[in-house]
């Protein structure tokens, strides 16, 4: 990412104003970057958490499982 240069403190009003802007608009731009991979973190999290509790064994009475011989 290349530097913001801000304009010198006798510029123009307007010039001031534009380099605000893209300092917004950037900040803008990472802030949705790093909501892109929290989303993606959760959804993560949730399909580990629902295929760990579906892997969960059911629990079995040894008195019913079968005799190995």
Known sequence: MMPILL???DASERSRLLAVDVIRRRALE???ERKSMVD???Q???DYQRKMS???AIPMN???ARKCS
């Open 54 to 56: 579906s892997n969960v």
């Open 44 to 46: 993560t999290l949730e």
């Open 40 to 42: 993606s973190l959760i």
């Open 30 to 32: 990472r802030l949705y």
């Open 62 to 64: 040894f008195n019913d």
């Open 7 to 9: 304009p010198a403190a």
